[in-house]
């Protein structure tokens, strides 16, 4: 069987539609697998069991990306394509089956797992999931190597509006790490893009730096993962980080405000959610009403909310 599974270009939509796919896989053993995923995030695919080829997509003006993964899939027949960008590519490439995602944004009030799993009608919908290959894991134990727990933190987002204060973050590595506390003596990994690097270094230089894992711009994303796999506990901003550290298995707590948390929530048994007492939609509506420059929409967020939701979190998967 030859699959050609077309996911999308930000990495927590990717991660989020790791389940589909694990499903397929296990569906059809022996599958041939080619996975088009934006160049950021296809290395979450290069582990993938029965991967035959992948495709990095890089956007292009006029839609000419589309062009080019029409070019590079059309020569073959394909006995299942699953788009989930809600392209025409599918209905273009000669196809047993197809199974696209509807362009019209889908039903705000449910998960996009959930969303994603309609397309097969699976019940309950397939968790997410990532693929490592041994030289991640033995990076990891590198970077994270046995011993103390480790507390990680994703306090970068892809938008300013979605990261919760710095300073708040390093009070909260504080409060979870003190003596008597859920991580007492924890160290601390700190993951974000090298491009991140600005809004995270206040964390990093509030913490004592016999302490702190600096893995900021230091590992590719399936070793990132394979370092939160090692953490005890994962607190950060609604990411694609966040996602892939819930994926991975690692106990997560994702900060939301003005984005939909009953929509983009870490999903699975491990994870849960805090957010701001204002609602997505009010932040929305005050973010526009500066024209675009507010940026403390995650400022109502207090640090005792966090502790809470943390200490809930992590109480509750030690009592299960």
């Not at 990132?224 to 994962?234: K, S, T, Y």
Request: charged share 20%.
């Amino acid at each position: 069987m030859r699959l050609l599974f077309i996911t999308a270009t930000r990495i927590g939509d990717v991660v989020l539609s790791s389940g589909v796919l694990r499903h397929l896989i296990e569906r059809h053993p022996g599958a041939r697998i080619t996975v088009a995923a934006g160049r950021v995030s296809a290395p979450l695919f290069a582990a993938v069991p029965g991967l035959e080829r992948l495709i990095e997509i890089d956007k292009r003006s006029f839609d000419l990306h589309w062009l080019k993964l029409w070019a590079a899939t059309v020569p073959r027949r394909w006995d299942l394509v699953v788009d989930l960008r809600a392209s025409a590519i599918a209905y273009l490439l000669w196809a047993r089956q197809r199974r696209v995602i509807g362009s019209r944004g889908g039903n705000h009030q449910r998960h996009r797992v959930e969303e994603l799993a309609d397309l097969f009608h699976l019940r309950p919908p397939p968790a997410p999931t990532v693929w490592l290959a041994p030289r991640h894991e033995a990076a990891a134990a590198r970077l994270i190597p046995a011993g103390a727990p480790v507390l990680a933190v994703g306090p970068a987002a892809n938008w300013p509006g979605k990261q919760w204060p710095a300073p708040r973050f390093a009070d909260l590595v504080r409060r979870l790490t003190a003596p008597e506390a859920i991580l007492a003596g924890a160290r601390v990994a700190v993951l974000a893009a090298a491009t991140e690097r600005a809004p995270v270094q206040p964390v990093l230089d509030a913490l004592p730096s016999d302490r702190v894992i600096d893995l900021v711009g230091a590992v590719d994303l399936p070793t990132a993962a394979a370092c939160l796999r090692r953490c005890a506990l994962f607190v950060g901003n609604d990411s694609g980080l966040m996602h892939l550290a819930a994926a991975a298995g690692t106990p997560t707590l994702g900060l939301f405000g003005p984005s939909p948390a009953n929509r983009y929530g870490p999903w699975g048994g491990h994870a849960a959610y805090v957010r701001t007492p204002a609602s997505s939609a009010e932040l929305l509506r005050r973010f526009e009403a500066t024209g675009g420059t507010a940026s403390d929409l995650m400022d109502g967020l207090s640090l005792e909310a966090v502790v809470q939701a943390a200490e809930a979190l992590w109480r509750g998967l030690r009592s299960a």
